[in-house]
């Protein structure tokens, strides 16, 4: 059974390699790194290089990445410099799925329509996805924004990438899902109660994971599942016992969505 999850079920900064071990002795065969996101923190060869080591020491493989829009470097800012500074950012990301060996980078994008600085930056990204071949998958928080980009971008370029906690929080998520879903390149599982994003477990909340899972095989999406879960709003302290629970929750899941295929 192939499963992913994130890289930041704990924390989002510093050592990564007792979670990605932790990970591995779960069962886990795939990684969404989602290190330092929400920072302006910039990979070097040299951190890359030695990510890969560990990947291979644990036995796993990067799924895909969350791509980073920091304070200061942000590639839909109306700044200027700070706009090229994120898009500088973005390719820094793609620089580095594609060193290991991956082909996707989520990126989120602000709410209402697609603005020109979304497009300038796009449009500088395009060559260097064409170069790397490594798509970019807008996560949905803002459909008009990613309807928008769906139409004036080309599918091996953007795709989608559905967060099924933001979508359990909009009343039509799932409806907007099915809408778009031959562009589905990437998903963030994890489960709320609706009123809030809480990164909880598969099947603890108020996602309707049957609806999810027969989008899902009918989609376009052709990789494992992939959990974005944070052990900190699950009420436990025991790392190994929430890791496992996830990797039930994924298998889980994984299973109902070969039924429906």
């Known amino acids: 059974m192939e499963l992913s999850i994130t890289t930041d079920y704990a924390r989002d900064t510093g050592d990564p390699s007792p979670y990605l071990r932790d990970i591995a002795e779960a069962g886990f065969t795939h990684v969404h790194w989602c290190h330092h996101w929400n920072t302006d923190f910039l990979y070097s060869k040299y951190e890359i290089e030695h990510i890969m080591k560990w990947l291979n020491e644990y036995g796993l493989r990067l799924l895909d990445l969350h791509g980073a829009v920091g304070p200061e470097k942000n590639w839909y800012s109306p700044c200027e410099y700070e706009r090229l500074a994120g898009v500088e950012l973005v390719k820094n990301r793609m620089e580095m799925v594609a060193r290991l060996s991956s082909d996707v980078v989520v990126m989120h994008l602000p709410r209402g329509p697609i603005s020109d600085s979304i497009r ?142």
């Open 120 to 261: 300038e930056s796009l449009d500088a990204l395009l060559p260097v996805s064409r170069e790397l071949g490594v798509r970019i998958a807008l996560e949905n928080g803002c459909f008009e924004a990613i309807r928008s980009a769906f139409a004036e971008y080309d599918p091996q370029f953007v795709g989608l990438c559905y967060d099924c906690g933001h979508g359990n929080m909009d009343q039509n998520g799932l409806d907007k899902m099915e809408a778009v879903k031959d562009r589905l390149i990437a998903v963030h599982l994890h489960d709320n109660d609706g009123k809030s994003d809480q990164h909880k477990l598969l099947f603890t909340g108020s996602v309707d994971w049957s609806r999810l899972a027969t989008i899902i095989a009918e989609s376009s999406y052709s990789k494992c599942a992939s959990m974005e879960v944070s052990i900190g709003n699950m009420g436990m302290d025991d790392e190994k016992v929430f890791l496992q629970a996830a990797f039930d929750g994924g298998t889980t899941l994984s299973r109902m969505i070969d039924m429906k295929r």
